[in-house]
Nanobody, 124 residues
Framework: QVRLVESGGGLVQAGGSLRLSCAAS????????MAWFRQAPGKEREFVAT????????DYADSVKGRFTISRDNAKNTVYLQMNSLKPEDTAVYYC?????????????????WGQGTQVTVSS
């Protein structure tokens, strides 16, 4: 079982930056693919970014490519999401997710461990 705890959310003006962190409790963190998803009010949860266990491969939603960067530090059992050039449409609750696999997925149904979420609000 993996416990995931997100942090780093908050209120930021459009064009600003935030860095989200997700700390994992598992001793085998380095064997988990990790991902970030987000959910805005009244909308379905959507894929943001994912990273392989080694960190060697990443994938992003088209809406965040070039603005967001996912990374991980396996020594610290932590995955990060650096968000730059934020837009009001990035406003959502951001969730960290994990799956014990070498393959990365963009569907939330493929992940079986989830954090509680952290709110990101971007004002115009």
């Amino acid at each position: 079982q993996v416990r995931l705890v997100e942090s780093g959310g908050g209120l930021v003006q459009a064009g600003g930056s935030l860095r989200l962190s997700c700390a994992a409790s598992s001793r085998t963190f380095s064997m988990y693919a990790m991902a970030w998803f987000r959910q805005a009010p009244g909308k379905e949860r959507e894929f943001v970014a994912t990273i392989t266990p080694s960190g060697g491969t990443t994938d992003y939603a088209d809406s965040v490519k070039g603005r967001f960067t996912i990374s991980r530090d396996n020594a610290k059992n932590t995955v990060y999401l650096q968000m730059n050039s934020l837009k009001p449409e990035d406003t959502a609750v951001y969730y960290c997710a994990a799956r014990f696999t070498n393959t990365i997925y963009s569907s939330p149904s493929q992940y079986n461990h989830w954090g509680q979420g952290t709110q990101v609000t971007v004002s115009s």
